[in-house]
């Protein structure tokens, strides 16, 4: 079974700093996808960042980015230049390459790291 | 990106009566939707798949004859919590997967629905 593990449960960061979240993962697949979601007070999940696992280069979307290491198993999510509208639950989540039906393809969540973006 | 819609977003009821909350795909096709349950400041916690035309396939403790889903159609799921009872107040999120060209790994969010049984 898949397992995803966030060992940061708080971290806070100063305005306009940059702050990485940690994140491992346990699977014995081989092609798989990762995620970053971003859950904000008003509980609506929004996808931050995705990187699939047969591709080394690392994902980037404006100021996130990811440190994707796929033989020690960790995916950290870097936040560079913060702002304030980042504070939020950031969670790191894992999903087996797509099969049609059953359970394959849902996504498995960490516990989630709470970031709060300080001015 | 694919909008999923989630109705409503807050209900409140009295405890034994049965709640119905609605997923929508708005612009694509859900082959695929995923019915999460989030616990204050926990996280999402997948209860069942639901596959358009199918049963849903539930994960381990969770009870089928309680949450009810049903996938009629390829843009709409439901989720009823039947005979509702005060620990069952909680946050409900929905998610869809694209079909076709739409299937790319990722999926789409509900904006969640927060369930309060008195």
């Known amino acids: 079974a898949q397992t995803v593990t966030q060992s940061q449960p708080e971290m806070s960061v100063q305005e306009a700093e940059t702050v990485t979240l940690s994140c491992t993962y346990d699977t014995s697949e081989n092609n798989y996808y990762l995620f970053w979601y971003k859950q904000p007070p008003s509980r609506q999940m929004i996808l931050v960042i995705r990187?699939?696992?047969?591709?080394?280069q690392n994902a980037t979307e404006n100021r996130f980015s990811v440190n994707f290491q796929k033989a020690a198993k960790s995916f950290s999510l870097k936040i560079s230049d913060s702002q304030l509208g980042d504070t939020a639950m950031y969670f790191c989540a894992f999903m087996r390459t797509l099969n049609y039906g059953g359970s394959q393809g849902n996504l498995i969540f960490g516990k989630g790291t709470k970031l709060s973006v300080k001015p | 990106g694919a909008v999923v819609s989630q109705h409503p977003s807050r209900v409140i009821c009295k405890s034994g009566t049965s709640v119905k909350i609605e997923c929508r795909s708005l612009?694509?096709?859900?082959?695929?939707m995923f019915w999460y349950r989030q616990f204050p400041k926990q996280s999402l916690m997948l209860m069942a798949t639901s596959n358009e035309g199918s049963k849903a396939t539930y994960e381990q403790g969770v009870e089928k004859d309680k949450f009810l889903i049903n996938h009629a159609s390829l843009t709409l799921s439901t989720l009823t919590v039947t005979s509702a009872h005060p620990e069952d107040s909680s946050f409900y999120i929905c998610?869809?997967?694209?079909?076709?060209?739409?299937?790319?790994?990722?999926?789409?969010f509900g904006e969640g629905s927060r369930l309060t049984v008195l």
């Open positions: 612009d694509f096709q859900a082959t695929t």
């Open positions: 998610s869809a997967r694209g079909s076709g060209g739409r299937n790319t790994g990722e999926l789409f």
């Open positions: 990187q699939e696992a047969y591709k080394q």
